[in-house]
């Protein structure tokens, strides 16, 4: 039995391919098209899915939409009829979208995949919608190690929902209560970010990056003003200081008026106001995330916890939850936004439509998540011969003495190995990496081959087996979604003068003896390297552990600002040229930037991104 699950139309379509329960495949639209959080129909990520799996269309048995477009129109309706006749404008801008796309999907899926498969209609696999919120449920548990868990989905909103609760057990996904639209908590955060000067549903990772530079002094004034709080973590927004109900940006004058002034303008200096907002909306975040933890525990039992939603992407808030909690396990959906809704969607076709009975890995479902596609020998060689590229070609052993050494020599490599990463970390399939014990390496790699914002943090990647000698953790973190601090022990004492630095001056401070990834609150975000799962990657940290002493070392993702993870050859080999990247690897080959022929392009390249 062959599923096909999708999510798109709205932000980051991708596609995810299950075959007897077991996933098989799952890409992003991004990668292929390289239009970042591309929301078109994925037609490429399908293709990719197909041809990981060996088949055609015609070999699949259901396709599954990851929500229910009537249900969410009825919701758009609604809303509008409850403020009208203001958002007059916003209505009539969404209404030829939804007319000519949205609302007949069953029929535009149709004609799509008529066209990508190259067969009839009438050859078409049945066509399956699951809601939202119960697709991203699916996609936390049922992949997820845990034979019986409570499961909490948190988002800007799907239909109707914006936070939902589940029991589960087997393949039994139970809902048990729900937060309604206006009311959320991923829209919340999102009307921050636009406050602070970036990019809805692309910058709230950057508010979280942001937050530890600044102090919550606004805390309460949000909890006060913008919302009714209760005990168990439920809550309901004051609607007059928002405007995305009705308008066309987040928030309003009135928002303005009470904390001080207009929103920030993009790209313009971020000052302190706008860090301690970060920390503030951060805080008031992290304390909803654990009250609804709490009840959700004292309400279902289960010592298990999975999350999906874009909040469950908050791994300062995970690393919280996990250390304050009231749960034993945590288990989060590496693609926890609506990309792992694909996932979600056809997992519900195999358990709960079809009924099949659920089989639970000892680790996870996931694989890693490494579910995109990989790429042979005489592929990587004919798309390097047509840059000229100059490269050597080293056994697996030789390569990995070869990389730690460049690094240990402070050079910065980007890593290309295996099946791409599905959801948005790169995991050391499509990385950059050097060496976390170099304090010059967060700027450089920031400044000159990101080309990102200066206080932008960096994870850790680490032996798995060697966490607990680097960071506050006794556990898993596979991928990159729990926050942790650094060791006491490798902290470094600061002088006064470095306690007295505020906002991004704090940024020059060598905080520990693995400076790179470790932010200012002396926190990092882990990535725990694991044998099993990606043995080559864990064969290069084991190779700079034996040159170095040291397990740990700077991963970030193989791209630069505004640009998707790059997914072939052509785009790694494409991004190391246009950056001051050293050397790339792309599996056994070795390029040295030096040694390749020169870059002909222009910088005008970098206009044609769309910065995030």
Not at 24 to 48: C, L, T, W, Y
Not at 313 to 322: F, I, Q
Not at 496 to 505: F, I, M, N, S, T
Request: net charge negative; proline share 5%; charged share 25%.
């Amino acid at each position: 039995m062959k599923i096909l699950g999708l999510s798109g139309y709205y932000h980051d379509s991708a596609a995810a391919m299950v075959c007897d329960g077991e996933i098989v495949a799952a890409a992003q639209e991004e990668r292929f098209s390289r239009k970042k959080h591309d929301a078109r129909f994925p037609g490429n990520a399908i293709n990719s899915c197909l041809e990981q799996g060996g088949i055609s269309m015609r070999d699949i048995d259901h396709v599954v939409f990851y929500d229910k477009p009537m249900v969410k129109f009825e919701r758009l309706l609604e809303t509008y009829l409850t403020y009208a006749p203001k958002g007059f404008k916003s209505f009539v801008a969404a209404m030829p979208i939804w007319l000519k796309e949205k609302l007949y999907l069953k029929s535009t899926l149709k004609q799509e995949l008529t066209e990508l498969g190259s067969c009839d209609k009438k050859d078409l696999p049945k066509i399956l919608f699951a809601e939202h919120h119960q697709s991203h449920a699916a996609s936390a548990f049922f992949p997820s190690p845990f034979d019986d868990a409570a499961v909490l989905c948190l988002d800007g909103v799907g239909e109707w929902a914006t936070g939902s609760a589940w029991r589960a057990k087997g393949r039994d996904l139970t809902p048990l209560w729900e937060i309604d639209f206006p009311h959320s908590l991923g829209l919340l955060y999102s009307a921050f970010t636009y406050y602070c000067g970036f990019r809805v549903n692309s910058g709230e990772y950057k508010l979280m990056g942001l937050a530890p530079y600044g102090e919550p002094k606004y805390r309460d004034l949000i909890i006060d003003k913008l919302m009714d709080l209760k005990p168990d973590g439920s809550f309901r927004l004051d609607m007059d200081f928002f405007e995305y109900c009705t308008g066309l940006t987040m928030t309003n004058a009135r928002f303005d008026e009470l904390f001080g002034g207009p929103p920030r303008q993009a790209e313009s200096t971020i000052t302190q106001r706008e860090m301690d907002m970060a920390a503030s909306i951060q805080a008031v975040t992290e304390e909803i995330v654990l009250r609804l933890a709490r009840t959700l525990h004292a309400h279902c039992g289960s010592d298990n916890l999975c999350l999906a939603g874009g909040v469950a992407l908050n791994c300062v808030a995970n690393g919280r939850l996990l250390r304050e909690g009231p749960f034993e396990k945590i288990w989060i959906q590496p693609a926890a936004g609506d990309a792992g809704g694909a996932i979600g969607a056809a997992m519900v076709a195999w358990h709960q439509y079809l009924k099949k009975e659920r089989v639970t890995e000892p680790t996870d479902a996931m694989q890693g998540s490494y579910l995109g596609p990989a790429f042979d020998d005489s592929q990587i060689r004919r798309a390097l011969n047509e840059f000229k590229a100059v490269f050597e070609t080293y056994d697996d052993a030789s390569l990995f003495d070869r990389v730690a050494a460049l690094m240990q020599e402070g050079k910065v490599v980007g890593w290309f190995q295996g099946r791409m990463e599905f959801g948005p970390r790169a995991l050391g399939g499509r990385s950059i990496i050097g060496d976390a014990r170099n304090r010059d390496m967060q700027k450089v790699m920031n400044l000159k081959i990101k080309f990102r914002e200066s206080f932008r943090p960096f994870a850790p990647s680490v032996l798995a087996e060697r966490v607990q000698d680097y960071f506050e953790l006794d556990g898993p973190s596979p991928y990159m979604l729990i926050v942790a601090d650094v060791r006491e022990s490798l902290r470094r004492p600061l002088s006064d003068e470095d306690l007295g630095r505020g906002g991004l001056d704090r940024l020059t401070v060598a905080r520990s003896e693995i400076p790179a990834v470790t932010h200012v609150d002396n926190s990092a975000r882990i990535q725990t390297v694991h044998r099993e799962t990606n043995p080559r990657y864990w064969g290069l940290l084991k190779a700079f552990e034996k040159r170095t002493g040291c397990g740990v070392i700077v991963n970030t993702s193989f791209n630069v600002r505004g640009e998707p993870i790059v997914g072939t050859p052509e785009d790694a080999y494409r991004c190391f040229m246009r950056t001051e990247m050293d050397a790339l690897v792309i599996e056994n080959c070795l390029m040295l930037k030096d040694a390749q022929p020169e870059w002909g392009e222009s910088d005008d390249w970098r206009e044609s991104l769309e910065l995030d």
